[in-house]
């Protein structure tokens, strides 16, 4: 069946495709911490599902990606998976080493080696220099 105009997803709502026992649109279900491995912590975390809905119907093999609020990195995984490039911005360390990781967990660890992280200290010096500017 081709996606729809409306994209939506009820919670509790087996059985409303025609035939089947499956939810409207169940690859875009709301994350909920008690049953959702995907769930990484983060309360405005959206499903891989839709993320990667919105990109494979707005961009093409091989074009860029932004995100630049991008947490806990749903848009990078799901912009990684369709083979497009993308770029990731946040404010802090903690969502670059939660996106590391996950990218890691998805992709093994030669996914390293495929990007490259900006602003973030190498060194103590550079550590110390970066809180000196904004602790």
Known sequence: M???????YQPHTGGTLCGTDRGIDADVAWLTAQRDTERLGYPTQKPLGLLRRIIEASSDRGDVVLDPFCGCGTTIDAAQKLRRRWIGIDITYLPVDLIKKRLRHSYGEGIEG???????????EGA???FDENP
């Open 128 to 130: 110390r220099a970066l």
């Open 2 to 8: 081709l996606l729809q105009d409306l994209w939506t």
């Open 114 to 124: 495929t990007y490259t992280v900006h602003g973030v200290p190498a060194d103590l």
